[in-house]
């Protein structure tokens, strides 16, 4: 669950603790909130990939994040394989010994689909046709 709002204060973070500290399957649960602000923030490679991994439920993402531009597939291309490096150095350094890794929040095609869009050049926000399950 995202959840974005017009600004993002430590009270609204402890407000968001306290609504979902009795949701079944917390522990499953990203927990990401952000105001608008940090949001438009974000780089250009990490907002494309977050509009392909956020589904609208209630609002619409695209209306809170600037236009993409035809350069954020390639960043996104750029920093997959980077993000990928991260992730597992820093599993394999803090995981408790003999305990399965968790399954990772992005899957890991989502490395692959900027590649995809960049050779199809095809980076338009609209073209949404990309499952990330």
Not at 4 to 19: F, G, H, K, N, V
Not at 55 to 78: I, K, S
Request: overall charge neutral; glycine content about 6%; proline content about 7%.
């Amino acid at each position: 669950m995202v959840c974005i709002l017009d600004s993002c204060s430590l009270q609204d973070l402890e407000t968001y603790r306290a609504a979902v500290k009795d949701l079944p399957d917390r522990d499953k649960l990203c927990g990401f909130v952000s105001g608008t602000a940090e949001l438009a923030a974000w780089d250009r490679g990490e907002l494309f990939q977050f509009r392909r991994d956020t589904t609208d439920w209630c609002g619409r993402l695209a209306d809170l994040l600037p236009p993409e531009e035809p350069g954020d597939a390639r960043r996104a291309l750029h920093q997959g394989p980077a993000d990928c490096i991260t992730c597992a150095a820093t599993t394999f350094s803090t995981a408790e010994a003999g305990r399965r890794w968790r399954r990772p929040a992005r899957p890991p095609c989502s490395c692959c689909r900027p590649s995809c869009m960049q050779s199809r050049g095809s980076t338009a926000a609209g073209d949404q046709t990309w499952n990330s399950t």
